[in-house]
Structure formats: C-alpha cells, structure tokens
C-alpha cells in the first residue's frame, strides 16, 4: 500500500538493502582476513599440500591422549615446583647465614649499569664488563646463562647498606638459577624479589630506562609479589575531601589512593568513599558493598579519583562507621577474601579518637585494621 503511493521509496529500500549488503560484505570479508593474518591457517594449508601424499588417517583413543597429557603437564609442574623449592631453601639459609653489615661495600651487576662506560671509557660503578649473546629460547635477547643482574628501583639509592647486604647473600642464588636451567631447559625466567626492593633476575640481561631516564618497576608493586607477601584482604579506603584538603593535600590523597590499589590484587576487595560532611562514594553504583581488586576495577576507580574536589568540614565518624558496616555486612555473605579486613583512612588529621566507634564494631575481637595515611595513626 504505502510503496504504491510512493513509489520513490521502492528504490530507496532497495539502495539501503544493497547498501546494507555491501557493508556485511566487507566486514566479513575484514573477518576472513584477520583471521587467516592471526590463525596461520594459510600456513597450516601450505604445510598439508607438501606432506599431503604421506597423511593418514589413523583412529586414537581419546582417554589415552588425555591421560599421557596428564601425566606430561603433572611432571612439567613437578619440575617447576621442584626448581622452585631448591630457590627458596638456599634464599632461606644464605639469609640464615648471613649477618648485616652497615659498612659493607659490594660490588655487584647492577641492570641498568652493565656495559656502561663513563667518557673516558672506563665502566661506570656498579657496570663492569658483561657479557651478552643472543638466545632464541629467550626470544633472542641477548642474554648471561652464567649469571644473574640486580635491578634496584630508581627512587631508591643503589649502594644503600640494605641493598648491598641482600644482593650480597643473594648472591648465592646463581648457582641455584643455573643448576635449575640445567635440570629444566624450559624454564624461562627466574628471579628473587626482596622486600628491600632489589630485584634479581636469571639470566642476566641488560635493562634500559625510558625516555626520561627512569625505570618505573618495582618488584614489591607487582601482582606476584603482593599476592605471595599478603593475605587476602577485603579493604574500604576512606578518603577525606572536607575544605582543608585543597590544593596540593588533594593530589597528594589522589595519588596515596592510586598507590594503595597497587598493592591490591585479584584476591582482594574495596571500595573507596569520600567524605566530608556527607558520603560520596566515588563509584555510586556500587554503594555498600565491595568488588573485586582486578586490574579493570582498580582503572575504573582510578578514573573517578579526577573528580573528587575539596569543600565543607570531614566528619569521620560516620565514615567510619559507614566503612564497618560495610566490612561487617559483606562478610557475613560469604563473598570477599574471607580473611583480613581492613580500613585506610586518607587525610591530612584527625580531631577525635573515635574509640565509640571501635568500641561499637571492633572491640574486643580487633577484627578489622585501621591505620591513617596523610594524618596521625590509630589503631583499632
């Protein structure tokens, strides 16, 4: 009915519909190309036509298939959990055997300084000649097989007595590195991360700073360590925005924040709420409850952190209690860590004890941690 009284939109539908079939041949065809570019099927065809004459078909038993599998992956992990053990009893009685010493003065290969030299030619302190060769099963890096580097954060001064003393007794681990390689060629990398915050990497290979000069990475901030060094926590972080957080407070809270979440991993849960007079929690969809520390999470608060400003007074206390509750609440679900449970506070002071409300939730089991950054400390 409606096409007979316009006939002009017979061919308007029919342009959009060729249209519209063009742009799903397109995409299909987009489809087909990055999956032949990423899937190497192209190459697995080519491989097929030159061996094609000699294939066969040949019937398999399932259920042995899985079962040599099984039985590959359990002594593969074996061999891992083996190597792994050998390093930790040697890290335990090198440290065991060894007694600090604040004067002590330790050349060791530091990372970023091996192969350096300074404009007379001479090696750079802490460099030394070190040598380097290509290694395919280290995707052709160039690598040291005999021995490993030290990588010290740049914040952190790398002759500092804590530094010299732990790459001293670390040093024990060389052996261990490559008498693990030797047992186990596939084993890639192998390191020891201190809580002292030097990094030590097997085989040796050489670090380089970006363009500002500065190598970011710091052991103790990654997954892997944090979640081996700490248990499972659920965590609310309490973050003050009252009218004397202005200016440079603020930023530093910002970044206290951002910092704290480094230290999170999948196995633990926050939240974080600003307060002044009022409660603000910085994601208003998740009011009351906690979410897991994964890395998308963690980037999305992180987003909200921009858009906190600083205005009226802080009234802890009903933060406070907002924060327990929550604790008190999720853990009766049976979700979150199921362990420790902690508060951190972010401000610049604090007027009140607040024991009415420790008394109120947290005494006298002390269930839950307390500590205040930015301010003074208090404990629960």
């Not at 299909?28 to 094609?52: C, D, N, R, V, W």
């Not at 992990?77 to 604040?102: N, S, T, Y």
């Not at 052996?175 to 085989?203: C, H, M, T």
């Not at 987003?303 to 509750?325: R, V, Y």
Request: charged fraction near 25%.
């Amino acid at each position: 009915m409606i096409l007979s009284r316009y006939p002009w939109m017979y061919d308007f539908m029919l342009n959009y519909f060729h249209l519209v079939k063009l742009w799903a041949s397109a995409f299909g065809g987009e489809i087909k190309s990055i999956s032949a570019k990423y899937s190497g099927s192209q190459l697995l065809q080519k491989k097929y036509k030159e061996f094609e004459k000699s294939v066969r078909v040949e019937e398999i038993d399932g259920m042995k298939v899985v079962k040599t599998l099984a039985k590959k992956m359990e002594e593969m992990f074996r061999m891992k959990k083996e190597a792994m053990r050998r390093l930790v009893e040697a890290a335990e009685e090198a440290h065991l055997q060894h007694e600090e010493d604040p004067e002590l003065q330790y050349e060791y290969f530091n990372a970023v300084l091996i192969n350096e030299v300074d404009e007379e030619g001479n090696n750079v302190e802490l460099g030394g000649e070190f040598v380097l060769e290509p290694n395919d099963h280290f995707n052709n890096l160039s690598v040291n097989l005999s021995l490993s580097v030290v990588q010290v954060p740049t914040n952190m001064y790398n002759k500092d007595p804590a530094i010299v003393n732990g790459v001293y007794w670390s040093e024990a681990l060389n052996k261990v590195f490559v008498d693990n390689f030797e047992k186990d060629p596939s084993l890639i990398w192998q390191y020891f991360g201190s809580a002292k915050g030097f990094f030590r990497q097997y085989p040796g290979v050489k670090w380089h700073p970006d363009e500002h000069g500065v190598i970011a990475f710091d052991c103790r901030n990654r997954k892997w360590y944090i979640q081996a060094a700490t248990s499972p926590k659920d965590m609310v972080i309490l973050v003050d925005v009252s009218g004397s957080m202005k200016g440079l407070r603020l930023t530093i809270a910002r970044q206290t924040v951002s910092s704290i979440l480094d230290t999170l991993g999948d196995d633990d849960f926050f939240n974080i709420i600003a307060y002044n007079q009022e409660m603000h929690y910085v994601e208003p969809c998740l009011n009351g409850t906690l979410v897991r520390a994964d890395r998308n999470n963690k980037a999305h608060f992180r987003e909200h952190l921009d858009k906190l400003f600083a205005k009226g007074i802080g009234l802890l206390g009903d933060a406070l209690t907002e924060a327990f509750t929550i604790l008190s609440d999720f853990n009766q679900t049976g979700h979150g860590s199921v362990c420790s449970q902690a508060i951190m506070l972010v401000t610049d002071g604090a007027t009140q004890m607040y024991d009415d409300v420790f008394a109120k939730f947290n005494w006298p089991d002390r269930k839950v941690r307390y500590r205040s950054w930015l301010g003074r400390r208090y404990n629960g």
